[in-house]
């Protein structure tokens, strides 16, 4: 496999880029086995989960990466765990936020997300 | 499979308690294929975690669960997001942090920790 921390951070560079842009193109990182957690509310599916993220209800906002540690998963696979800060439309105040994903091989030389939970995390 | 939110609820409270109490006797939930990756820094092998996690500079410790989200993973594995807070010795201000999990089954009915990454939060 190729260098697994490498791979995590151009994963996760480009979907940040990618869901702060457009994030309805986010489809073609996922399959119809991916599955996606966000907020505790669960969907599965590489088109209900463009359809959650689509309709979730902000029109801009920007992903902020603090850090991000990557290790080797079973299959060849990645998993990461992503911790940042996200601004949402006017927002002036950041929501510090928690993302792990789990990418797999597709087969062709590049990876899709199998596994993907989001969380807000508030202060203690 | 079992219920695999159910299972992951389980494990977390079993791993948090058995932490907070003898942290050394977590080596009997990682095997010699685990991965820990703890503030960034890795180690890999159930001896070594141990290791790792015994050194840790503190000699009391409390977590709080927060939330907890789990999901499938492949080889009937179960992926588990969960965000809380840590209070360590003396220390009146809890930490917030954030740890992924990813079990596999262990062949004789249970689950053993594979991938495993702790990140404590900062405020954005």
């Known amino acids: 496999m190729a260098n697994f921390t490498e791979i995590a951070t151009q994963f996760t560079e480009?979907?940040?880029?990618q869901f702060d842009t457009d994030r309805k193109q986010l489809a073609a990182?996922?399959?119809d086995t991916s599955?996606?957690?966000f907020e505790s509310?669960?969907?599965a599916g590489a088109a209900g989960i463009v359809e959650k993220l689509s309709s979730l209800p902000f029109e801009k906002v920007k992903h902020a990466v603090s850090t991000l540690d990557a290790q080797p998963a079973p299959n060849d696979g990645i998993m990461i765990l992503?911790?940042?800060a996200l601004l949402v439309d006017e927002?002036?105040?950041p929501m510090?936020?928690?993302q792990a994903f789990q990418l797999l091989p597709?087969?062709?030389g590049s990876f899709f997300i199998f596994n993907d939970i989001f969380k807000l995390v508030y202060g203690a």
């Open 35 to 37: 599955m996606l957690t």
């Open 14 to 17: 480009f979907y940040y880029n």
């Open 41 to 43: 509310s669960s969907v």
């Open 91 to 93: 927002e002036q105040r």
């Open 106 to 108: 597709d087969g062709a």
């Open 96 to 98: 510090n936020y928690t």
């Open 29 to 31: 990182l996922y399959r």
């Open 82 to 84: 992503v911790t940042g």
